[in-house]
């Protein structure tokens, strides 16, 4: 079965700088790959999705995520940083043949003023 | 339209006793998933229902849950005989048709079992 990696569980940027979320995943063949974020008191919202084609995906509030298939990553991008990005993000993947996606355990985003 | 909706929000009980959580999934929403999020960890797949098919129960921990759902509507979650290990926040997501279409997650159930 498929599974996923954040290697991060806490990260603090300064609001303005960049910002990347890295994700792994191991899967014998071609996963479909979500962001979801999930904002405090709130559920969890898709972010973005790749399935096929285009190996950069944009997705809503000025996030992008980038599938290396050589590295076995996701991971998610920002440019800049608002305070308003903090919240707990989580990678997850899916695969064609079964109904099981599997989350990662979650990176927690402070932003510093 | 309204989004997902689950009750009750939070549930205490006692170690031993049984617990039913109820999930109303977008309508129109043919598939419906529970996952369960312990304290800092991620979402761990519980079971999936897609339309009238028979539900994937391969997530369930343990033959203490059970999940049903009626039709195309409301699933109820139950876990028998609750033990502390239990205690987490279980999230109901529907989607249209597949789960690789955008999953919407209800705001779900905090479960603290003493």
């Known amino acids: 079965a498929q599974s996923v990696t954040q290697p991060d569980i806490h990260i603090t940027v300064s609001e303005g700088a960049s910002l990347e979320l890295r994700c792994n995943y191991s899967?014998?063949?071609?996963?479909?790959l979500f962001w979801y974020v999930q904002s405090p008191g709130q559920g969890l919202q898709l972010l973005l999705k790749?399935?096929?084609?285009?190996?950069l995906v944009q997705g809503i509030k000025g996030f992008e995520a980038e599938f290396k298939r050589s590295q076995s990553s996701f991971n998610l991008r920002k440019p800049s940083v608002h305070w308003s990005d903090a919240a707990e993000y989580f990678c997850?993947?899916?695969?064609?043949?079964?109904?099981?996606?599997?989350f990662g355990a979650g990176t927690r985003l402070t932003v510093k003023p | 339209g309204a989004g997902v909706s689950q009750s009750p929000s939070n549930k205490v009980t006692e170690k031993g006793k049984d617990v039913e959580l109820r999930c109303d999934p977008i309508?129109?929403?043919?598939?419906l998933y529970w996952y369960r999020q312990r304290l800092g960890q991620g979402l761990e797949f519980l079971i999936y229902?897609?339309?009238?098919?028979?539900?994937?129960k391969s997530g369930l921990p343990s033959d203490r849950f059970s999940a049903e759902r009626t039709g195309e509507s409301v699933s109820t979650l139950t876990i028998q005989r609750t033990q502390q290990e239990d205690s987490a926040v279980y999230l109901c997501?529907?989607?249209?048709?597949?789960?690789?279409?955008?999953?919407?997650f209800g705001p779900g159930t905090r479960l603290t079992v003493l």
């Open positions: 997850a993947v899916g695969a064609y043949n079964n109904n099981d996606m599997r």
């Open positions: 997501a529907s989607s249209l048709e597949f789960y690789y279409n955008e999953q919407f």
């Open positions: 790749y399935f096929s084609g285009d190996t």
């Open positions: 229902f897609q339309g009238n098919s028979a539900p994937d």
């Open positions: 899967y014998g063949a071609t996963p479909y």
């Open positions: 309508s129109g929403h043919t598939a």
